[in-house]
Each structure stands twice: as C-alpha cells, then as structure tokens.
C-alpha cells in the first residue's frame, strides 16, 4: 500500500488528466487582512523556493532524458482553490462536464458508480487531495501544488524530515520536467487534439508520454 503522495500528473488535454493522469500522492477576505497578508507571503516564498529547487534539477533532467531545453520552464505555485479553478476552466473548455456527465449515466446503468456518485465532483476532489504538481502545456507552465514545496525544518521533527520533503519533491519534479521537455520538442497540445474520439489512440499515446516521464 502507498501511504505517501506519488504523482504520475496530467500532461495534455483534462480528458488524459483526469482518466489517466492519477496516482497516490481558503482564503475569504473582506479587506486585506493579516491572514490574507501572509498567505501572499507564503505563497510567494514558496513560488522562490520551487523555482530555486526545480533550477537547480532541470538541466540533469534533460541530460538523463536526453532533450535539451530549448526555452526556460515556467513555474506556478498553485492552491488547492486555484487548482480547482483550472480544472473548471479545462472542463468547461473541451466539453468535459457533459463528457463527463454521459459517462456516470453510463457506468451507473452497468453498476460501476453508485447512485448518488457524479464523475466530475468525484474526480475534482480527487484532484485536490492527491494531485502535488502537474504540467499544463495549453499555457506551459509547470504547476506545483503549494503543499508540496519544501518550507524549514519543523522544530519538533528530526532532520531527516526535510531531506525526505526535498527528495520527494524532486521525484515528482522530475516527472513533470520531463512533460515540458516533450511538449517543447512534440507539441503535446496539438498531439490532443489530433486525437479527439479515439480512445485507444489517447490511451497509447498517454501512456508512452507517462511512462516516459516515469
């Protein structure tokens, strides 16, 4: 069994995120207030912190996979609110909440989904416990979920707490360094929509493009 978060993350269009892209891995202001205040203040010293750490692993990545970089990576700290909102936005831009909406009518004529259980609320909250950090290459950006970011070692915890953060945060860098890599040289946007409505070609090529990075 798999107690901590691993990710094998979406690499192309939501259809692959969402079937294919799965692995075991608030804030409300009136005013600026001190809360927000400092959950800006985490958030752009985490955004320094990834971009630091993926800096220092990307030209290794490339070497080992042998792609070179042919243009720098960009790098997006998201929360778990703003992940939601670019699910919402991929959904509601391909189609996907009606996609998704005939296929729990489907697996629920056969007995696959319980009654009550929708696709997509399931999927999106599955995407906000698990996902640490996926490639979106309609904007090419490496996003990195804020949870996953190294901080400074706890007060209470033995060193080696923050050396296992950092190494896992590396392994699923390294993942997702390798999908921007392929999009730079293969144009993964363009090869998902070349294949829209074929279903064994989105999942040979989904799984080339993860194994790959895996």
């Known amino acids: 069994m798999i107690t901590q978060p691993l990710l094998v993350s ?3 269009s939501w259809r692959t995120s969402i079937l294919f892209g799965l692995l075991l891995l608030p804030s409300i202001g009136f ?4 809360s927000s205040t400092a959950t800006k203040t985490r958030q752009q010293s ?8 993926i800096g220092e692993i990307v030209a290794e990545v490339a070497e080992l996979r042998g792609l070179p970089i042919k243009k720098p990576l960009r790098v997006q ?3 778990d609110k703003g992940l939601s909102e670019f699910v919402r936005r991929s959904l509601r831009a391909d189609k996907g909440i009606e996609f998704l909406a005939k296929q729990t009518r489907m697996m629920r004529l056969v007995g696959l989904v319980p009654a009550k259980v929708e696709l997509y609320d399931a999927a999106l909250s599955l995407l906000q416990q698990q996902v640490a950090g996926l490639y979106d290459p309609a904007a090419g950006v490496l996003k990195v979920m804020s949870k996953m970011v ?3 070692p706890r007060l209470m915890s033995p060193s080696s707490w923050f050396r296992r953060n950092r190494r896992m945060f590396r392994t699923v860098m390294a993942h997702e360094i390798v999908h921007a890599l392929q ?3 293969w144009n993964l946007k363009n090869l998902a929509r070349d294949r829209r409505g074929q279903t064994d070609l989105e999942t040979a090529l989904s799984s080339l493009f993860e194994g790959d990075a895996t």
């Open 10 to 12: 979406p690499m192309d």
């Open 31 to 34: 005013a600026e207030s001190a």
């Open 46 to 53: 985490a955004q320094r912190v990834a971009q630091a750490l």
């Open 77 to 79: 700290v998201e929360t």
């Open 150 to 152: 190294p901080g400074k």
């Open 183 to 185: 999009d730079q040289h």
